[in-house]
């Protein structure tokens, strides 16, 4: 298995621009989460799905930030328009139920900087 | 407001010795916790989930403990060695459904 995949690794965009970070989790795995890490705030949680439905949205931090999982194979999370203190790393994870008595697997990242 | 604290950002331990990570907590009930590590560049790696119920889980070299009362985990690597080095992330079960996270403690295992 490939993991959970995440694309782009890095992307550098000019303030105002929109963004799109890209998920691919774990086939098989029915709940997928999008955290953001910063230095200062460390990893919080945006937002989280489950069989494809959002759950729980209230990490996201305005409306600038909207997440979609249009089927059980790929969830995208979208920027519009993006501002610098957007700038962190964006991970995806996904885990094979909902609740806690899975670990998740998470992604390699995106490293998002708006300049 | 919940809180999830853990101990010291840096932790520096000589090769062969045991080191022991805390996370304490405010204002949750978590029936779950879980550790993970994270290498610089890269995502958290799940290494074990202990249950409210438990006292105590094992996992080759790991220890952790999770004390209810305390409301506190204790994380033990034991005969650590360069290769432990990395950030470890304490994380929590919220209303039975998602992980929050601590901000981790910087492990580094010197040879």
């Known amino acids: 298995d490939a993991g959970v995949i995440q694309s782009p690794r890095h992307e550098v965009t000019e303030m105002g621009q929109e963004v799109t970070l890209r998920c691919k989790p774990i086939s098989g795995h029915n709940s997928l989460f999008w955290y953001r890490q910063t230095m200062m705030r460390g990893l919080e949680l945006l937002i989280y799905?489950?069989?494809?439905?959002?759950?729980?949205d209230s990490g996201m931090p305005e409306d600038r930030f909207s997440a979609k999982m249009p089927n059980a194979s790929f969830s995208t999370l979208k920027i519009q328009p993006s501002e610098p203190r957007d700038s962190a790393v964006y991970f995806c994870?996904?885990?094979?139920?909902?609740?806690?008595?899975?670990?998740?697997?998470f992604g390699s990242g995106t490293r998002l900087t708006v300049v | 407001s919940q809180k999830i604290e853990q101990n010291s950002e840096a932790l520096n331990i000589q090769e062969g010795k045991t080191a022991t990570l805390t996370c304490n907590y405010t204002n949750y009930s978590p029936a779950y916790l879980q550790w993970y590590r994270q290498d610089p560049g890269r995502g958290p790696v799940f290494l074990l989930l202990?249950?409210?119920?438990?006292k105590e889980k094992r996992k080759e070299r790991l220890k952790v403990t999770f004390d209810t009362t305390l409301k506190q985990s204790l994380f033990h690597i034991t005969a650590s060695q360069p290769a432990d080095s990395a950030t470890y992330l304490c994380a929590l079960s919220y209303n039975n459904n998602d992980m929050r996270f601590g901000a981790g403690t910087r492990l580094t295992v010197k040879p």
């Open positions: 994870a996904s885990s094979p139920r909902q609740g806690p008595t899975y670990g998740y697997t």
């Open positions: 799905f489950n069989n494809n439905v959002p759950i729980d």
């Open positions: 202990i249950r409210e119920n438990e």
